[in-house]
Antibody, heavy 121, light 110 residues
């Protein structure tokens, strides 16, 4: 069974850093583009970042560019999102999801259960 | 303000058919595949339609997708109470050089 399990969320103060992890199982992790998508409380889905299968290509939404860094460890089947200079508007549930197809045509399936990040003083 | 525009809400009675629109531009829907996601209350999103009109394994054929020019649509026939959810369209945007979501549409089954 394909499974994605996020961890690392929590309550942090503005300006702090946090690293999210996503443990993948049930598929050949190194063959897939991986993505992070977030959802603020009561709001819609917002694209955050993606990384190609071997890590050579990355994309960041303008809202996180320069503050967040996506990476992956294919030997450990794990995706990461390093978040720095966190702001209250970064408060959201962060989902890890697998992309199938080309980078530009990726369909996202499946999705993890999500991890809550709360940025507040 | 989302790059892809969806109506905030739609509703329909059981057994009826509803459609959800997704309007974009030549840099996204007009030039790239559209995917649709369903998010049931309190759950993670799931893929519903991909490459404009294809159904993933396990998705009911009551769901269908279509695209024309810079707009796409999701249709749900034989509406059921369990279809109450938020629905999102998504596509790659060549101008932004990244993927974008619509703002989401809340479906209420009356």
């Amino acid at each position: 069974e394909v499974q994605l399990v996020e961890s690392g969320g929590g309550l942090v103060q503005p300006g702090a850093s946090l690293r999210l992890s996503c443990a993948a199982s049930g598929f050949t992790f190194s063959s897939y583009v991986m993505h992070w998508v977030r959802q603020a409380p009561g709001k819609g889905l917002e694209y955050v970042s993606l990384i190609s299968s071997v890590g050579g290509t990355t994309f960041y939404a303008d809202s996180v560019k320069g503050r967040f860094t996506i990476s992956r460890d294919n030997s450990k089947n794990t995706l990461f999102l390093q978040m720095a200079s966190l702001r209250p508007e970064d408060t959201a549930v962060y989902y890890c999801t697998r992309g199938t197809g080309t980078v530009a045509g990726s369909r996202l399936d499946p999705w993890g259960q999500g991890v809550l990040v709360t940025v507040s003083s | 303000q989302s790059v892809l525009t969806q109506p905030p809400s739609v509703s329909g009675a059981p057994t009826q058919r509803v459609t959800i629109s997704c309007s974009g531009s030549s840099s996204n829907i007009g030039d790239n595949a559209v995917n649709w996601y369903q998010q049931l209350p309190g759950k993670s999103p799931r893929l519903l339609i991909y490459y404009d009109d294809l159904l993933p394994s396990g998705v009911s054929d009551r769901f269908s997708g279509s695209k024309s020019g810079t707009s796409a649509s999701l249709a749900i026939s034989g509406l059921q109470s369990e279809d109450e959810a938020d629905y999102y369209c998504a596509a790659w945007d060549g101008s932004l050089n990244g993927p974008v979501f619509g703002g989401g549409t809340k479906l209420t089954v009356l």
